[in-house]
């Protein structure tokens, strides 16, 4: 199977790229299962391929910090040592050796590399979800603080910002009610 084909999850036959993206449910063309493919524009895109790097061939050519048999390539923009075609990580235009990139991972001092996102809002929407004052004052003022943050990469919750507001200040305008009704009588 090559990197442009998609198999029926039923039959394991191979799915037509005209049932790619469609709006409907398609059928197999084997079997007669209904499928939905939904396939990224990155599937047909064409990658090139890794080097391994290059053997040393010359005496006194610079060698590979990691690999001391292959050739140097580039030197690491970071610490400066010299790496070959295999060690080269590319990240956001910067040439950066395993040991640097690892480091800049850990001390996150690599812009533009992220494993993790807090999630304020909806962190925001379960504050406004529990039934407590204080809850819906953070609420409001997570949902209004973060309001431009960016989101899950998978589901960004775009409603969870109005939502919180509204369950917020409903909750506040709740427990000041109940504050009147309780000092009226």
Sequence with gaps: ????????????????????????LTQCPSCGASLQVQVFPALFRRFAPGTDGELLM???????????????EVPCDACGRFMCGLCDCQVKGQHLCPACLESGHRKKTIQGMEDMRMLHRRQ???????????????AIYMAIRYRKEPG????????????SLI???????????????????
């Design 1 to 24: 199977m090559n990197a442009q084909t998609i198999q029926c999850p039923r039959c394991k036959r191979e799915v037509g790229e005209t049932s790619f993206n469609q709006p409907d």
């Design 58 to 72: 010359v005496e006194g050519e610079s060698s590979c910090f990691y690999h001391p048999k292959k050739k140097a």
């Design 124 to 138: 925001a929407f379960v504050l406004a979800l529990i039934p407590f004052l204080i809850t819906g004052i953070a």
């Design 152 to 163: 899950s990469l998978v589901s960004p919750m775009h409603w969870a910002v109005p939502a």
């Design 167 to 185: 369950l917020g200040s409903l909750q506040i305008l709740g427990y000041l009610l109940l504050i009147v009704l309780i000092v009226k009588s």
